[in-house]
């Protein structure tokens, strides 16, 4: 622990403002402790006046500290393992300026796609601060002149070469790398999650009361794979239909030397015509 409130003195010291840019969907969700211990005097949900308003439920957030001892803000430093975001500092005092800086990263385009960069997950500015060369990271970095991150089973410090309000270079997204099997994974479970609460709130409100989403969600992941369903529609179909009343049904399983097509198009017309 003694590193964060090292860091925490030395950017204090520096007359620095300190910051946390927390993943909501992050578990439990920070937000609701933090909100209620009066933790939060100024913030910012990150995707509100965005086009993913609809997301914010689920967005980043933005959040000055004013008193690194609140009990909330000391319980996420006492537990990083729970990827609940990271600390940041600047001299900056424009608090929509920074908001408007990590907004204008919300969105990454990448072979023709739209697709979220989720900064705020520890692990995913991990591995992007590692990707970078030192002149590009103020690019990601902005206003901010050093961050604290957990990862690897450690806190690591960060500290920008240039703090600044840049524009998006060209090509505009330097932080974009290859992502570890395993993280690629976790990005999946939570794009996909993203899009349950999206796209179906309520059914997904009333399948948040009977299972544990992200673990569900892991394990429909884990089947695809080992039935070699590889097409998106699949593996929707999948989602939509591996639920309560048929989350164990012994139909899902293939049958011997059953061809992946055949065991998509069997389990397609079983659970299709249940819903009749």
Known sequence: MSTVYS???SQTNKQ?????????????????????????????NLYQGTSYEELSAIAPWLIRIEDMGNVAIQRLIQHPERDWGWLACTELHGFSAIKKHLQDRIEIHEDEQISLYRFQDP?????????????????????FESVLYWHAEKWKEYNNPTP??????????????SEPDEIKQEIKTLNLEQWLWENQPAETTELAKQLHIRTWLKDCLAKAERYQWKDTYQLFFLLMQNRLKQLNHPAWEPLSDEPPLEHFNRCQSLFRSQEK
């Open 16 to 44: 620095r403002s300190l910051y946390l840019i927390i993943d909501s969907l992050a578990e439990p969700n920070p937000i609701p402790e933090l909100f209620g211990s009066g933790a939060i005097k100024e913030y910012a």
């Open 7 to 9: 860091w925490v003195q």
């Open 123 to 143: 692990r995913v500015i991990a591995r992007s601060l590692a990707y970078l060369k030192r002149e590009q990271a103020p690019y990601l970095l902005g206003p």
């Open 164 to 177: 600044s309000l840049p524009q998006l270079p060209e090509p505009p997204f330097p932080w974009l790398y």
